[in-house]
């Protein structure tokens, strides 16, 4: 996964007020913190901060003038419900060579047997990897998957590395066969119903 470097600043103005002023000016309230240092409050750019985010757990060199480089994860965000801008992001700081708890994403590939249908059971996987390696996705083949036929946690391979975190046990897809689709009503002729109304009024 590929490095993302965010020109940030440092900032000693907080509350909301604070933070609205950050936003008019087209930049993100955000928080480094983590190995037991004090909170760093910065200021990140909007546009860019907003294109690295889309990608999950992204790793980001934090940039401040004056100061080292830091390599951080984002481990909370915060964004407007209606517009999607970024409201508030906590960053965790991290080192090179240091595994980290993420959730990835998994990518279904292929297609299961003629007849059988598909049921993601789950759309991540916990792993345990490095701080520099993260995968970008976990990807599971289900070309040729019978109905009936399940995929465990444990049975994935895994990007090495990469130590599954989630029970091995844990259900991740299944097949079944298509839903059989009810019957359609009976139509009832008009004339069938008039008749039944009038053998009521009799």
Known sequence: ????ILNAEERDEFGKGA???IRRADKVPAVLYGHGADPVHLTLPGHEALLALRQENALLTVRVAGAEDRLALPKEIQRDPIKGFLRHVDLLLVERGEKVTVEVPIEFAGAPAPGGVINEERTHLTLQAEATNIPARIEVSVEGLQIGAQVAAGEIPLPPGSELEDPADALVLSVSAPA???????????????????????
Do not use: N, Q, T
């Not at 996964?1 to 993302?4: H, L, Q, T, V």
């Not at 059989?180 to 009799?202: K, L, N, Y």
């Open 1 to 4: 996964m590929a490095e993302i």
């Open 19 to 21: 933070a609205r002023r």
């Open 180 to 202: 059989a689709e009810e019957p359609p009503e009976p139509a009832v002729e008009e004339g069938a119903e008039d008749g039944a109304a009038e053998d009521g009024a009799e």
